[in-house]
């Protein structure tokens, strides 16, 4: 068996990375250990970065890895792979995580939005890959999903007005019910 010849394999996203307009971490999650310290993959971010920032390409190869990339506003998405990774699918997950969080954030997809709303990117991310095996690429399941996991959250772990939204909506449910007298 000749050893050149890759097998192939479900896992396919290495890191999912969303930096600001001046190349510093927003989002980043690694599913190996490419970079395993934080020194270093926010090495490599910058590298990324100040190779990426000023074209207007979708596609990199850095360091051994394949890297597809979009910007928008102020913010700039990034979605790696190895260098024998196939691009449309890395290109479907980046498409896959922007509409979808386009569409989560009301066409606002900038970093003021996105920071207040990084729950919301964790479980999007999460719908869409996992441990690096690429999960979900349709962003209206992803949203539907998101919407989903959203509403089954503890009590405890809520702010303040999804407490109140909650108790108000059951209170105007209480008026509807006749409790025998």
Same mark, same amino acid.
């Given at each position: 068996?000749?050893?050149?010849?890759?097998?192939?394999?479900? !896992?396919?996203?290495?890191?999912?990375?969303?930096?600001?307009?001046?190349?510093?971490?927003?989002?980043?999650?690694?599913?190996?250990?490419?970079? %395993?310290?934080?020194?270093?993959?926010?090495?490599?971010?910058?590298?990324?970065?100040?190779?990426?920032?000023?074209?207007?390409?979708?596609?990199?190869?850095?360091?051994?890895?394949?890297?597809? !990339?979009?910007?928008?506003?102020?913010?700039?998405? !990034?979605?790696?792979?190895?260098?024998?990774?196939?691009?449309? /699918?890395?290109?479907? *997950?980046?498409?896959?995580?922007?509409?979808?969080?386009?569409? /989560?954030?009301?066409?606002? *997809?900038?970093?003021?939005? $996105?920071?207040?709303?990084?729950?919301?990117?964790?479980?999007?991310?999460?719908?869409?890959?996992?441990?690096?095996?690429?999960?979900?690429?349709? %962003?209206?399941?992803? *949203?539907?999903?998101?919407?989903?996991?959203?509403?089954?959250? %503890? $009590?405890?772990?809520?702010?303040?007005?999804?407490?109140?939204?909650?108790?108000?909506?059951?209170?105007? /449910? $209480?008026? !509807?019910?006749?409790? %025998?007298?």
């Amino acid at each position: 068996m000749d050893s050149s010849i890759l097998e192939p394999s479900l !896992y396919t996203v290495k890191a999912v990375l969303i930096l600001d307009n001046d190349g510093d971490r927003l989002y980043a999650k690694y599913y190996d250990d490419t970079y %395993p310290t934080v020194k270093e993959q926010k090495a490599f971010e910058k590298n990324i970065f100040n190779k990426t920032h000023r074209t207007d390409s979708e596609i990199a190869l850095l360091e051994g890895l394949t890297v597809v !990339y979009k910007s928008n506003i102020d913010l700039f998405f !990034y979605v790696i792979g190895s260098s024998h990774e196939n691009e449309l /699918m890395l290109m479907a *997950v980046l498409n896959c995580l922007f509409d979808s969080l386009s569409q /989560m954030l009301r066409k606002n *997809v900038e970093r003021r939005a $996105l920071l207040e709303n990084m729950e919301g990117l964790f479980l999007a991310v999460d719908e869409i890959v996992d441990g690096g095996v690429i999960l979900e690429s349709d %962003p209206q399941q992803v *949203v539907h999903r998101v919407a989903l996991r959203g509403d089954d959250v %503890p $009590l405890t772990e809520q702010t303040v007005t999804q407490v109140r939204k909650t108790i108000l909506a059951s209170l105007s /449910m $209480l008026r !509807y019910i006749n409790f %025998p007298t």
